[in-house]
């Protein structure tokens, strides 16, 4: 049911925030395949930016999937919905000036473009992150032992496997982890970050 009698009250907007906290606000959207490293590379991104004084918050399956999203499952519908309140959120934590991490698969194009809109409508950046390994690498890796108990049919709708993955046409930042270590990639997002006056 959609809420009704609901009046937006604006109070300091987002570039009195800048000017107030000495940083801007934008969302970090990491996607990818289960295992190709994109949460490692997101942990190793928010703790250099916090050893450098930067206010940032990273969102991932286990702060939200055990909390804000508890109620949701892994069917497509439960799937968008909770790309939907992940996009709400990171938009949010964007718009207060932190810098919003988030490390999802995400896996269709659709959701992930609806999160950008929902961004740039109100004027914050969104960085679409892609993190690229083939199948065969995340497979190898399957730290989670999540890819052997798909392909046995114990997990269903499972990405890469039964379920798509909608790779991004156009990402701002295209990282190849089974090419680049750790290092090297946090390294690229950063040096991209200060090429756009965003640190």
């Not at 990491?30 to 942990?43: D, N, P, Q, V």
């Not at 089974?178 to 756009?196: F, G, P, R, W």
Request: some cysteine; overall charge negative.
């Amino acid at each position: 049911m959609t809420a009704k009698n609901i009046t937006w009250h604006q109070g300091i907007s987002y570039e009195e925030r800048i000017s107030l906290r000495g940083q801007k606000g934008y969302t970090l959207w990491f996607t990818g395949l289960s295992g190709s490293g994109k949460s490692t590379i997101a942990c190793a991104l928010e703790e250099l930016l916090l050893k450098k004084k930067y206010s940032v918050y990273r969102l991932d399956g286990d702060n939200i999937r055990f909390g804000l999203n508890k109620d949701l499952g892994f069917s497509e519908d439960d799937r968008n919905e909770n790309i939907r309140r992940i996009s709400e959120v990171s938009k949010l934590f964007a718009d207060s000036c932190a810098i919003s991490i988030t490390s999802f698969i995400s896996p269709y194009l659709k959701e992930r473009n609806n999160a950008r809109l929902l961004h740039e409508e109100v004027g914050l950046p969104f960085i679409e992150i892609f993190v690229d390994a083939p199948l065969h690498i995340v497979e190898e890796r399957d730290p989670k032992g999540l890819y052997k108990k798909a392909r046995a049919g114990e997990i269903k709708e499972f990405t890469g496997i039964s379920a798509p993955y909608e790779k991004p046409v156009n990402p701002e930042i295209h990282i190849k982890s089974d090419e680049n270590t750790i290092e090297e990639s946090v390294d690229i997002i950063y040096k991209y970050l200060l090429d756009k006056k965003l640190l």
